[in-house]
Each structure stands twice: as structure tokens, then as C-alpha cells.
């Protein structure tokens, strides 16, 4: 697993996205032209620089870029499009015959839907039950694409709670129960 995209990987990814709809000339934040002076980078729209794949993918200017790691605002957006790329990718994948029920392609679709499950719910609240949250993940997994399973499902919020570069930890509330709550430090 590589930490930022290589040429290969970029080269592999711009006719999908194309096909998707991407606009290769404008900010998916901001629409503004690429030009030389406001050059076209890769936007991770989950914000982990090592989740590589496609439907993780948008091109997106370079103050945008900066800009989105502090504004919430412009996550939720990276997170719809996220949604719309992987509902995208599935209806291809049907529609074409590729095996949808392989490992790669459900953590490919679970994996951000579970992201984004958490990183929405706790914009609302200040933390959530994990027998809850683990649950709720894995009947939306099951609804938008058939697939899901609790084992898995824990073992995406895990990575998302490592403790070197979580973006949520895990604690024990004052009844003892195990939550998933913002990282505060950094």
C-alpha cells in the first residue's frame, strides 16, 4: 500500500474518472480552471493519502486542497462525491458482469461507506457506541450493496481508531461501553 499515487495509478485512474464524469479542466470544489498558475493535484476525498483506488479519487485545485484539511464544509462535499463515485462503480460493475462479490471490490465499496458513516455521525455528536455504530455500518453495507459484515466492519473502524494516525479513537464511556469519539490530540 502506497502512501501518495504513482504515475502508473494516475494513469489508470483518469479514464475512469472520466467516464464518471469528472471534469479534467475545474476544480471539483471550487469549478475554477486548472491553468499554470492553479494547477490540477489528487484529492484523496476521504482525506487518507494511502486509500488508492478510483472511487477515492477527484481532481481539485491546489488552495482547495489546502483548504478542505480544516473545513468541514468542504469534507462533507469530498464524502458526497465519494458516495456518488462508489454508487457509480457498482452500477458499472453490474451493468458490465465484474465479479462484485470478490474481497477487493466490498472493501472497495464498504470500507469509505463506513468512513463516512462515522466521520458524519460524530460532525453531529460527540461520540457514538461502537455495538451501535458496527451495526448501523453493516445494514447500510447490506442495503447499498448487498454485502456487509460486523467482522469486517470492526476491522475498518480499527483502522480508522489507530492511535498513530486515527482520525477517531476508541474509550470506554462512564457505563463501561466501548465508543468511537473525535481524535482531540493531535
Not at 493519502?49 to 464544509?73: A, D, F, L, T
Request: with cysteine; charged share 25%; proline share 3%.
Amino acid at each position: 500500500m502506497t502512501k501518495h499515487l504513482t504515475y502508473g495509478q494516475k494513469k489508470k485512474f483518469t479514464p475512469i474518472m472520466l467516464e464518471w464524469g469528472d471534469d479534467p479542466i475545474r476544480c471539483y470544489q471550487c469549478t475554477i480552471e486548472f491553468t499554470i498558475n492553479n494547477p490540477r493535484e489528487w484529492d484523496h476525498l476521504d482525506s487518507k493519502e494511502y486509500h488508492n483506488y478510483p472511487e477515492n479519487m477527484g481532481w481539485i485545485c491546489h488552495s482547495c486542497n489546502v483548504e478542505k484539511r480544516m473545513n468541514q464544509e468542504m469534507q462533507a462535499k469530498a464524502f458526497g462525491k465519494l458516495r456518488m463515485n462508489i454508487q457509480y462503480d457498482t452500477l458499472v460493475c453490474e451493468r458490465t458482469g465484474e465479479d462484485v462479490s470478490s474481497s477487493e471490490q466490498r472493501n472497495r465499496q464498504n470500507k469509505p461507506i463506513a468512513l463516512q458513516f462515522v466521520t458524519e455521525h460524530l460532525m453531529m455528536d460527540d461520540y457514538m457506541l461502537l455495538r451501535d455504530t458496527v451495526n448501523g455500518i453493516t445494514h447500510l453495507c447490506f442495503v447499498t450493496n448487498g454485502t456487509g459484515s460486523q467482522q469486517a466492519v470492526r476491522k475498518y473502524i480499527e483502522e480508522f481508531c489507530n492511535p498513530y494516525n486515527g482520525k477517531f479513537a476508541l474509550s470506554q464511556d462512564e457505563r463501561g461501553q466501548t465508543i468511537i469519539r473525535r481524535r482531540t490530540e493531535n
